[in-house]
């Protein structure tokens, strides 16, 4: 058996490896057709103008839908894993709200533009960046909380890396941000795509293009770390049937139905 097959450890390396495609696929179209520079766009700038922008949309709502699939599961295993720990309880349950908030900044960045629609896309954005990097530290408290009793300390150190490497690129990408887009370079800085060494404004630019690019790798980094625990865990739907037909009908005590998603149980 290969190791993406076992278990459910195919969600992490589908949602990572789908996500990166869904950036690579757009940067290459987008510098293909000289619609951004190929030294370190904004992300999004290579989903901005199409037909970059459709690949780019769509591939993203369905990392999105990857990305609900692996936090929900990932709340499930820490839920079976401590059924009696309040603070560990408590701590998932907000790891789960900070991660679906995330996956509905993704998707609200995917299909909201920001040459367009500036104002939702920087909200999408800081649900994405903002909740992601929020739901990565929760994680690692939970991680820290279940050594090493659950699992060894080597996965909460490497954890714990990713988050600091998260959290540096945020706090750069958001100064050198906040200065680029506050300061006086220029009314069409949100509509820019190309820019030059010469322009005012270009160091500050990027720095932000670099720390994002980098924010999102640790991003891919942390939820790689899943692999190994997903390995551990299967999920199964149970079917309870109410009667023999779909009429309006009392309902009669039937046997209920067990179907397995995967073959093995947690």
Request: hydrophobic share 50%; aromatic share 14%.
């Amino acid at each position: 058996m290969w190791w993406f097959q076992q278990g459910l450890s195919f969600l992490p390396s589908a949602l990572v490896i789908w996500t990166a495609a869904a950036f690579i696929f757009s940067y290459i179209t987008a510098i293909t057709l000289h619609h951004v520079d190929p030294v370190l766009p904004y992300i999004s700038d290579t989903g901005t103008v199409a037909p970059e922008k459709c690949l780019f949309g769509a591939m993203l709502n369905i990392a999105a839908v990857l990305c609900v699939a692996t936090i929900y599961v990932r709340y499930k295993q820490v839920q079976a894993l401590n059924p009696e720990e309040n603070r560990i309880i408590r701590l998932n349950k907000a790891g789960l709200v900070l991660g679906l908030l995330s996956c509905l900044g993704l998707s609200i960045v995917a299909n909201f533009q920001k040459t367009t629609f500036f104002a939702i896309h920087v909200c999408g954005a800081v649900l994405t960046f903002g909740m992601g990097s929020l739901y990565m530290f929760v994680q690692t408290i939970l991680s820290y909380q279940m050594q090493p009793k659950i699992h060894g300390k080597q996965v909460f150190w490497i954890r714990l890396l990713l988050v600091i490497w998260c959290g540096v690129s945020a706090f750069s990408m958001l100064t050198c941000s906040s200065l680029l887009y506050h300061g006086s370079f220029g009314i069409d800085i949100v509509e820019k795509l190309h820019w030059s060494p010469k322009d005012k404004g270009y160091v500050l630019h990027m720095i932000t293009t670099a720390a994002e690019w980098s924010m999102s790798f640790s991003f891919f980094g942390f939820f790689l770390t899943y692999i190994r625990d997903f390995q551990k865990i299967s999920l199964r739907v149970e079917a309870n049937l109410h009667g023999l037909t779909l009429y309006d009908t009392a309902p009669c005590p039937i046997n209920n139905e067990r179907t397995r998603l995967l073959p093995r149980d947690l």
